[in-house]
């Protein structure tokens, strides 16, 4: 009979780096858009000639912190 | 393994975002129209003082430009405040699966749940709370149009800077760890990253643009606000993903 241990359960082993590196640049790529998006465009760079992106998250980027006006 | 963990991790930033909005709209939204009411008022005293000196010199009074409304503030508030915190906070759990991908067991022995929450504290003080203590999070009204390039680049720079040194400091922490034993080894990592932010912080450039008559308790209280958002934001994404990623990855039957 097994003899019972404080710590019965065996963790999973770590990722492979190389499954996690693909994932990573385009994920990460897709992401940081988003962020960009909600925090930056049409505030200190523009991707769109208009107001309306700035305008419509406008509480939001103010409220998560990044600098806004 | 790691699709799925990032797809759980967007998942788990989604919920998050739904809390951090519930709170940003209880108790933020408030302190905004309060600034935008100080905002209305200045504009308003800034073109009756204009059209008086105009009057003075016998002049016609200058037609004061109408602000045209993109977006209405119900708007802001609500959608618009709803779509900036989801996309800010299913991004941010993105990210944050990839992080814990990365970590996980590299970091330290601990299950999911226990990474995932260790992880989820340090990249809210990494990438919220030290940057905010330099520049921290201001409502409408405070701040110049003429430098938002530059207090955007500096806002950014300091986040990726602080970044940077967390990794950094957690390297040094699993090198010190066979020498000095693990309290030790997370003392002196979180004193490096203590001090290395303190010298950043006060060498790189200060930013005040608070109006001089800007009422200080709505300054307060929008930072507060600011604060707590990203707190739930951040607690609900690191307890709920670690769940997640329990089920995940425990092999069949020998969940605990």
Same mark, same amino acid.
């Given at each position: 009979?097994?003899?019972? /241990?404080?710590?019965?359960? /065996?963790? %999973?082993?770590?990722?492979?780096?190389?499954?996690?590196?693909?994932?990573?640049?385009?994920?990460?790529?897709?992401?940081?858009?988003?962020?960009?998006?909600? +925090?930056?465009?049409?505030? =200190?760079?523009?991707?769109?000639?208009?107001?309306? @992106?700035?305008?419509?998250?406008?509480?939001?980027?103010?409220?998560?912190?990044?600098?806004?006006? | 393994? /790691?699709?799925?963990?990032?797809?759980?991790?967007?998942?788990?930033?989604?919920? =998050? $975002?739904?809390?951090?909005?519930?709170?940003?709209?209880?108790?933020?939204?408030?302190?905004?129209?309060? $600034?935008?009411?100080?905002?209305?008022?200045?504009?308003?005293?800034?073109?009756?003082?204009?059209?008086?000196?105009?009057?003075?010199?016998?002049?016609?009074?200058?037609?004061?430009?109408?602000?045209?409304?993109? @977006?209405?503030?119900?708007?802001?508030?609500? @959608?618009?405040?709803?779509?900036?915190?989801?996309?800010?906070?299913?991004?941010?759990g993105g990210l944050f699966a990839l992080a814990f991908a990365l970590c996980f067991r590299r970091m330290?022995?601990?299950? %999911?749940?226990?990474?995932?929450?260790?992880? =989820?504290?340090? +990249?809210?003080?990494?990438?919220? $709370?030290?940057?905010?203590?330099?520049?921290?999070?201001?409502?409408?009204?405070?701040?110049?149009?003429? /430098?938002?390039?530059?207090?955007?680049?500096?806002?950014?720079?300091?986040?990726?800077?602080?970044?940077? @040194?967390?990794?950094?400091?957690?390297?040094?922490?699993?090198?010190?760890?066979?020498?000095?034993?693990?309290?030790?080894?997370?003392?002196?990592?979180?004193?490096?990253?203590?001090?290395?932010?303190?010298?950043?912080?006060?060498?790189? %450039?200060?930013?005040?643009?608070?109006?001089?008559?800007?009422?200080?308790?709505?300054?307060?209280q929008f930072r507060v606000a600011s604060l707590g958002g990203q707190a739930i934001m951040w607690a609900t994404l690191g307890l709920l993903f670690g769940?997640?990623?329990?089920?995940?990855?425990?092999?069949?039957? $020998?969940?605990?």
């Open positions: 009979m097994a003899t019972a /241990t404080s710590f019965p359960v /065996t963790l %999973p082993t770590a990722i492979p780096v190389r499954e996690i590196l693909p994932w990573a640049i385009f994920g990460g790529l897709m992401l940081a858009l988003g962020i960009y998006f909600v +925090g930056v465009e049409e505030g =200190a760079a523009a991707v769109f000639n208009s107001a309306y @992106v700035h305008e419509f998250v406008h509480d939001g980027r103010h409220l998560l912190g990044f600098p806004c006006h | 393994m /790691t699709g799925r963990l990032l797809l759980r991790g967007m998942l788990a930033g989604l919920v =998050a $975002a739904l809390l951090s909005f519930g709170f940003l709209k209880l108790a933020g939204e408030s302190s905004v129209e309060r $600034a935008i009411a100080f905002e209305t008022a200045a504009d308003a005293a800034k073109a009756k003082a204009s059209a008086e000196e105009a009057a003075a010199k016998g002049q016609p009074a200058p037609v004061a430009a109408v602000e045209t409304e993109l @977006v209405s503030r119900p708007v802001q508030a609500g @959608v618009g405040l709803l779509t900036g915190v989801v996309v800010y906070s299913t991004a941010f330290a022995d601990l299950g %999911p749940r226990a990474t995932s929450a260790v992880l =989820a504290a340090l +990249g809210f003080v990494a990438v919220y $709370a030290a940057p905010m203590l330099k520049y921290p999070a201001n409502p409408p009204s405070v701040g110049l149009a003429e /430098t938002i390039g530059m207090r955007t680049s500096l806002y950014f720079a300091l986040i990726l800077i602080s970044l940077a @040194v967390i990794i950094a400091a957690g390297m040094l922490r699993i090198r010190l760890l066979p020498r000095l034993g693990a309290w030790n080894a997370a003392l002196i990592a979180a004193g490096v990253y203590v001090a290395v932010m303190i010298g950043i912080s006060l060498a790189l %450039p200060d930013v005040n643009e608070v109006p001089e008559e800007f009422p200080a308790t709505v300054l307060w769940v997640l990623a329990e089920r995940l990855m425990a092999p069949h039957g $020998a969940r605990a």
